[in-house]
């Protein structure tokens, strides 16, 4: 992409509506615009991180063999009286009616309709297991819409549904989630803890949260500080085997980490003091156990092999998709911008071209620019006629992780130079080899 023939609303001055660093950020970089108190229009950057992010998620469901569809975000509220949730929502259910004067709610959530779904095609044990997955746009009504899109009213969050015969069954659903969390977390650069939470409206007693550390996190959390060191890496799995997911969340949750709602502190203190850790974090992940509370009520059961009726055992599992971008940044990011972690970048590199108009450094930006194309990279190519100083505040705003400066000076030696957006380390090569080097490492994602 040519910046010239981009959109890219940048703002030079800073929100006076932003509270926190993800929210200023993403104003600033022209990557949202509020619409109304907690609903957003998705910019072509922001719009670009959100689908990089969705599709991290799509891939790991996938590799954990869920299955993806789509449901709608208008719901009738006949199926939500049959669970006995059109009550209990509150306040936070935006309810609508339409011209026939029929109830209607903007889906906060999918277990009714999922639910529905599943009672009107499956009804035998041997259609089992089947966990069911889409991302989709939801509505809360919440009462304190703030800090930007962590804590939207519409937001885009991927709910999956499993359903099993037995609770043994389910549990190895649920530990599979949980694999596939850490999976996608990691992917998007970023270290997610699961602590024990409370079900909430969702409901069941068995529910792990997944938690950013930082400072602007909404939830108070307790934790042993040696879970900070575990790294799920590049192992393999074998999702259908139940001992190989058991092992990762015996492993990634056997030490204290809980948040508020559960916190014991007669347990926390056992832990060593020295590892005692009270912070902040930003929940970005929650997956649940909830037994047969929807399939009961709304009679979702399956003939199982002694030829009984049985109401299904399932859970429900949700990833924060747009908070997430805020998240991100919120951990990722310094005094003149974003770092965007390669797994999630708009834009794999920055080309800056430091004499617009000049014949050589217009060739080597094109030639760069090419290469990158021929390889599978999007490259941002800054073609304005600025000031360079203009160029490099962009750039770092932006916080593409890579940048490559082209100029007539290094062009006369044969060179460019590459910069690391993280560590803000240059190295001046030539430009094949500085396109080898990007090549490189976003290869070995
Ligand atoms: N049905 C279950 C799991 S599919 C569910 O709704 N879980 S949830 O309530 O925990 O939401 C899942 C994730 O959505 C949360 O972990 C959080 O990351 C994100 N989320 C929840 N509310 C908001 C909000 N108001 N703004 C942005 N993201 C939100």
Redesign the pocket.
């Known amino acids: 992409m040519r910046l010239s023939r981009y959109f890219l609303p940048v703002l030079k001055e800073n929100p006076s509506e932003a509270q926190i660093v993800s929210h200023r950020y993403m104003l600033r970089a022209g990557m949202i615009k509020q619409s109304a108190a907690?609903i957003y229009s998705w910019l072509p950057l922001g719009y670009k991180v959100l689908k990089n992010i969705e599709k991290i998620v799509h891939e790991e469901q996938i590799r954990a063999g869920h299955i993806p569809m789509l449901m709608p975000t208008l719901q009738s509220a006949d199926l939500w009286r049959e669970s006995g949730r059109y009550d209990d929502y509150g306040q936070e259910m935006l309810r609508i009616s339409d011209r026939h004067g029929r109830d209607m709610l903007y889906g906060?959530?999918?277990?009714e309709l999922i639910t529905d779904i599943f009672r009107s095609h499956v009804g035998s044990y041997k259609d089992l297991p089947l966990t069911l997955y889409h991302i989709q746009w939801?509505f809360?009504d919440?009462i304190r819409?703030r800090f930007g899109?962590?804590?939207?009213?519409e937001?885009l969050?991927?709910?999956?549904?499993n359903f099993d015969l037995t609770k043994e069954d389910a549990l190895h659903a649920y530990n599979r989630h949980l694999v596939s969390y850490l999976r996608s977390y990691e992917r998007m650069g970023l270290q997610a803890i699961p602590m024990r939470a409370d079900g909430?409206?969702?409901g069941g007693d068995y529910t792990h949260?997944?938690l950013v550390l930082a400072e602007t996190g909404e939830s108070e959390v307790f934790y042993d500080s040696e879970i900070t060191d575990l790294k799920f890496g590049n192992r393999e799995i074998d999702y259908d085997s139940v001992e190989q997911c058991q092992a990762v969340l015996e492993e990634f949750t056997s030490r204290y980490a809980r948040t508020d709602e559960t916190h014991d502190e007669a347990l926390f203190a056992q832990v060593p003091e020295e590892r005692r850790r009270v912070a902040r974090g930003?929940?970005?992940?929650?997956?649940?156990y909830f037994g047969t509370k929807y399939s009961e009520p709304m009679g979702a059961t399956v003939v199982n092999e002694k030829q009984e009726r049985v109401p299904v055992h399932m859970g429900?599992?949700?990833?924060?998709?747009?908070?997430?971008v805020g998240a991100i940044i919120e951990a990722s990011h310094d005094d003149k911008g974003i770092i965007w972690p390669e797994g999630v970048t708009p834009f794999h590199v920055g080309i800056v071209n430091l004499k617009q108009g000049d014949a050589e450094a217009d060739a080597a930006c094109e030639a760069l620019y090419k290469s990158f194309t021929a390889l599978g990279l999007e490259p941002l190519y800054d073609d304005r006629s600025e000031r360079a100083g203009a160029k490099f505040a962009t750039m770092d705003l932006i916080g593409l992780p890579w940048r490559i400066t082209v100029g007539p000076r290094g062009l006369k030696n044969g060179v460019v130079e590459l910069t690391c957006r993280r560590t803000g380390e240059s190295e001046e090569l030539a430009p094949e080899m500085a396109v080898e080097k990007v090549a490189g490492i976003y290869a070995g994602l």
């Open positions: 907690g906060p959530t999918n277990e939801k809360r919440e819409p899109v962590m804590r939207g009213r937001f969050m991927k709910d999956g549904y909430g409206p969702i949260e997944f930003i929940e970005v992940g929650q997956i649940f429900s599992h949700g990833i924060g998709v747009s908070r997430l």
